[in-house]
C-alpha cells in the first residue's frame, strides 16, 4: 500500500486540493481510495463525531485518533493508493502541547503507525491573518476551533518540528497555501510523478 497524506490546519485550502487531486485521478483512470481520519467508513465517522463534539482529555483523544486509524488502514490492506485528509503528523500537532507526556505520542506512531508510514506527505503552511479572513468568510466553527485557534503559533511550530523529523522514508512537502490553487494542484501532481507514485 502507497499512502498520500495531506496535513495543514482547517481552512488553509487542503480539502481543495485533495478534491482536485481526486478529480485528476479518475481523469487518468489512476485507482485510488480517498479518506479522512478520524473517520474513513460508517462505523469510523461516529468517532469522528464524538471527537469534534466532545471535550475530551487529551489522553482520551490521542488513542480515539489512534484506534480508528488502526482499524482503517487494517481494513484497507488491498487498496494500491491511498490518499488521507490528515494522519499522525495532525495527531502530533494538535495534542503535543497539552500532553504531559510527549513520548507517548511518539511511542505510538512507532508502534502502530511503523506499517503505515506515508510516501509523501503535502504540508499546508498558512499564515494566521490568511487563516483567520478564511474562518471568517466560511463561519464555521467546531471543538477543535474553539480549543486551537488561541494556540496557532505552537500547532504550525509542532508540524514544522514533525516534518523535520525522519519517519521512514517518506518525504514531507511543504506547502505555500496562500498561493493560487491551481499552482499548488500542479506543484501536487509534479511531486507525485517525481516520487513515482503516480506517472
Not at 22 to 29: A, G, I, L, M
Not at 91 to 110: E, R
Amino acid at each position: 500500500m502507497k499512502i498520500i497524506s495531506f496535513e495543514g490546519f482547517e481552512y488553509s485550502g487542503k480539502s481543495t486540493q485533495i478534491k482536485l487531486l481526486q478529480n485528476y485521478f479518475k481523469k487518468n483512470k489512476i485507482k485510488s481510495f480517498f479518506t479522512r481520519e478520524p473517520g474513513g467508513n460508517k462505523q469510523l465517522e461516529k468517532i469522528r463525531k464524538i471527537i469534534l463534539q466532545s471535550d475530551f482529555d487529551n489522553l482520551s483523544l490521542i488513542l480515539f485518533f489512534f484506534a480508528s486509524r488502526f482499524s482503517l488502514l487494517s481494513s484497507m490492506k488491498n487498496n494500491n493508493l491511498v490518499v488521507f485528509d490528515r494522519f499522525f503528523d495532525s495527531t502530533y500537532a494538535y495534542q503535543k502541547f497539552t500532553s504531559k507526556d510527549k513520548l507517548l505520542i511518539l511511542n505510538l506512531i512507532n508502534q502502530i503507525d511503523k506499517k503505515y508510514i506515508p510516501n509523501i506527505t503535502f504540508y499546508f503552511k498558512i499564515n494566521k491573518k490568511t487563516l483567520i479572513e478564511r474562518k471568517k468568510m466560511r463561519g464555521q466553527k467546531n471543538y477543535f476551533d474553539k480549543k486551537y485557534a488561541s494556540h496557532f503559533s505552537r500547532i504550525q511550530k509542532n508540524y514544522d518540528e514533525i516534518g523535520k523529523m525522519k519517519v521512514g522514508k517518506r518525504k514531507f512537502i511543504i506547502i505555500d497555501a496562500s498561493k493560487p490553487k491551481e499552482i499548488i494542484h500542479k506543484e501536487i501532481v509534479e511531486n507525485l510523478k517525481k516520487c513515482k507514485l503516480i506517472r
